[in-house]
């Protein structure tokens, strides 16, 4: 009997303000030192909020693409006609402002070209949850057994543009820190994330490349509540987990950590609070829970592929990322929140959530290889 293709991670390669590679965030999530600072890179003196996770230097978004996709692709062991086969899915802004660079259709095809992948591109401008959709495509094209491998790669550097706009709109942290589920949370704080995975079947164990981890399960809703607010019961995001969990056949308690959207705000983390209940039942008060946005900050449309990296590698050395910029418990979010130093974990699934601005949500299931 032929076993149904599975998606599996073989290279993986990451930036955020933690620092360059994939070892680096595996290093920031777990020693949970938040690594928000003084913006340098625009003029912040008319904001009611000047810092986020910035990296010290950093080349423009099409070079940090490029270097991310082409260490993915040699960390999967990916020889020139292996890549030539790859499709790209790529998740960036939708609307770069005139003169800002090339447009995401065009970037795509760019990125492919110097990459060596094979030019057919599709781009994701669906704001915070374009990369985890990115993912949920390329293992269903994996799963259905029509393509043996593809790169996701998705990419957000910290802007004048969102930056002013989400201070505007008062999101940002007017404390400087972000504060998942926890009581006296003020707002979310940008981050600098770029990222690119290898997703395949079982081709990376022919050529003799472990994979990291496995995408096991998806599931992506609407909730088709408000423009900005999320439905406050959770019942989309709840449907997402219940979805990922389903196409995986295993049940709530397999999932052994929950890597939240939470972005530490009053509303979205009392909603996420609420859809894990809804969707793991009981078994909700007790699965360790954390957000990595409190330490690498929220990345936007790069942030679903920063955060399944993490995931994934915290999954494979046993290690839970700490929720940073705890000050103590909240009615509105009775989860099992992770707050101290090191905590070890045999878990063999874990969930890394993502929700955007008019109710998108996306659950991955994250499994072990």
């Given at each position: 009997m032929v076993e149904a293709p599975v998606a599996q991670l073989t290279g993986m390669h990451a930036v955020s303000a933690l620092g360059r590679g994939a070892d680096a965030q595996l290093a920031g999530v777990l020693a949970g030192v938040p690594a928000f600072g003084p913006v340098g890179r625009f003029d912040t003196a008319a904001r009611r909020v000047t810092v986020a996770a910035t990296l010290p230097e950093v080349g423009t978004l099409p070079d940090e693409l490029a270097a991310a996709i082409d260490a993915a692709c040699r960390a999967a062991g990916l020889n020139g006609a292996q890549r030539a086969a790859c499709a790209l899915?790529?998740?960036?802004?939708?609307?770069?402002?005139?003169?800002?660079?090339?447009?995401?259709?065009?970037?795509?095809?760019?990125?492919?070209?110097?990459?060596?992948?094979?030019?057919?591109?599709?781009?994701?401008?669906?704001?915070?949850?374009?990369?985890?959709?990115?993912?949920?495509?390329?293992?269903?094209?994996?799963?259905r057994g029509d393509v043996e491998r593809v790169v996701v790669a998705a990419g957000y550097l910290v802007e004048p543009d969102q930056f002013a706009l989400f201070d505007a709109g008062r999101a940002l942290a007017v404390d400087g820190a972000v504060r998942p589920f926890s009581a006296g949370r003020r707002g979310l704080l940008l981050g600098d994330g770029v990222a690119a995975v290898v997703l395949e079947s079982s081709a990376g164990r022919r050529r003799g490349v472990d994979p990291v981890a496995t995408v096991a399960g998806w599931g992506r809703t609407?909730?088709?509540?408000?423009?900005?607010?999320?439905?406050?019961?959770?019942?989309?995001?709840?449907?997402?987990?219940?979805?990922?969990?389903?196409?995986?056949?295993?049940?709530?308690?397999a999932?052994?950590?929950?890597?939240?959207?939470?972005?530490?705000?009053?509303?979205?983390?009392?909603?996420?609070?609420?859809?894990?209940?809804?969707?793991?039942?009981?078994?909700?008060?007790?699965?360790?829970?954390?957000s990595t946005k409190s330490v690498h900050g929220h990345a936007l449309e790069a942030s679903g592929l920063l955060e399944l990296v993490v995931t994934a590698l915290a999954l494979?050395?046993?290690?839970?990322?700490?929720?940073?910029?705890?000050?103590?418990?909240d009615d509105s979010c009775p989860v099992n929140v992770v707050t101290d130093g090191l905590q070890r974990t045999t878990a063999t699934h874990a969930l890394t959530l993502n929700s955007a601005f008019g109710g998108a949500n996306t659950a991955l299931l994250v499994g072990a290889p």
């Amino acid at each position: 009997m032929v076993e149904a293709p599975v998606a599996q991670l073989t290279g993986m390669h990451a930036v955020s303000a933690l620092g360059r590679g994939a070892d680096a965030q595996l290093a920031g999530v777990l020693a949970g030192v938040p690594a928000f600072g003084p913006v340098g890179r625009f003029d912040t003196a008319a904001r009611r909020v000047t810092v986020a996770a910035t990296l010290p230097e950093v080349g423009t978004l099409p070079d940090e693409l490029a270097a991310a996709i082409d260490a993915a692709c040699r960390a999967a062991g990916l020889n020139g006609a292996q890549r030539a086969a790859c499709a790209l899915l790529l998740a960036v802004h939708g609307g770069p402002a005139p003169g800002a660079g090339p447009t995401p259709t065009v970037l795509a095809g760019q990125l492919a070209t110097r990459c060596g992948l094979s030019g057919r591109t599709r781009v994701y401008t669906s704001a915070c949850v374009s990369a985890s959709t990115a993912v949920a495509d390329a293992a269903a094209q994996i799963t259905r057994g029509d393509v043996e491998r593809v790169v996701v790669a998705a990419g957000y550097l910290v802007e004048p543009d969102q930056f002013a706009l989400f201070d505007a709109g008062r999101a940002l942290a007017v404390d400087g820190a972000v504060r998942p589920f926890s009581a006296g949370r003020r707002g979310l704080l940008l981050g600098d994330g770029v990222a690119a995975v290898v997703l395949e079947s079982s081709a990376g164990r022919r050529r003799g490349v472990d994979p990291v981890a496995t995408v096991a399960g998806w599931g992506r809703t609407g909730d088709a509540f408000h423009p900005c607010q999320p439905e406050p019961g959770g019942t989309g995001l709840a449907r997402a987990v219940d979805g990922a969990l389903r196409r995986a056949a295993l049940p709530p308690q397999a999932v052994g950590y929950v890597n939240a959207n939470a972005t530490g705000t009053a509303q979205s983390d009392a909603a996420e609070a609420a859809a894990l209940h809804r969707a793991l039942g009981g078994h909700a008060r007790r699965v360790p829970v954390s957000s990595t946005k409190s330490v690498h900050g929220h990345a936007l449309e790069a942030s679903g592929l920063l955060e399944l990296v993490v995931t994934a590698l915290a999954l494979r050395h046993g290690e839970l990322p700490v929720n940073a910029g705890w000050l103590g418990p909240d009615d509105s979010c009775p989860v099992n929140v992770v707050t101290d130093g090191l905590q070890r974990t045999t878990a063999t699934h874990a969930l890394t959530l993502n929700s955007a601005f008019g109710g998108a949500n996306t659950a991955l299931l994250v499994g072990a290889p």
